[in-house]
């Protein structure tokens, strides 16, 4: 019998669950109802794909019901609520197209190590403000990226109008790639500099070092959906680190040194 599947709404939930399906997909036959459909390319012939509902879902994978829960992560919650409890690995098995951004990324890094930078832009994608807290002091993000920028070929990506204007971007593909094309690019990137959003789960699918920059408003939110929000309940990977924009500098600079020595390391 086929199962339906689905978790949130997202880029980052369809990475999440791409990579329960990825654990499933040997066991039963799964039909993925998802608004990212180029994300499951690597289970092409072996899922069904269905558009995203909420209705006649046999298996939840999601993590809302477990925010308050201590111990576990963002996607370990996912797991869990899919009724799933052994390890599974968050990784996606991704074969990059030719040409593309991604070739353009590679022709001008020539050699240079690519990190990718996050378009600042709402929150969730909200047009209501609702998440405004989650937006870091981007000026902590423009003083990274001018300490890697000499090292590394930075490379911008994301869509929509930006909330802050980055300086010292080398290559900027805001609303210049399509989803397979971003992950395309992600699967060349040897480091991701962002926030707390699709861009954690898109790090840790492809394994990469990322320093995400955390907001001081976070942890004074007005409502506990936001302040649950934390570093410990949403990365995954030990390759994930984190900074908040109101640590000294000298701290911010130590995370960045050890992000740096991470991105320099064979892939």
Known sequence: MTRSIRAGMGLGDALYLQAIVRHLVDHQALRVCTAYPDVFRPHQGRIELAPFTRQG???????TTRKSVVGTDQFEDCCITAGIHEPVD????????EGGPAAEVQRIA??????????????MGRKDGFGHELLPDCRVIQRLIDRVKGECLVVQVGAGAPLFKFSGIEVDL?????????LDVASI???FLGYVSF??????SFKRPALLVWSKLQRRANTAFIRQITPQKILHRESSKHVVDDWTEDRIALALADFLAAVRLPK
């Open 199 to 204: 861009f954690v789960p898109l790090a840790e």
């Open 57 to 63: 879902i046999n298996i939840l994978a999601h993590y």
């Open 174 to 182: 805001r609303d210049r790639t399509t989803v397979p094309q971003l």
């Open 110 to 123: 020539a050699g240079r190590r690519v990190v990718l930078v996050q378009l600042p832009r709402s929150p």
């Open 189 to 191: 990137a040897a480091g």
């Open 90 to 97: 968050l990784v996606i098995d991704w074969q990059r197209e």
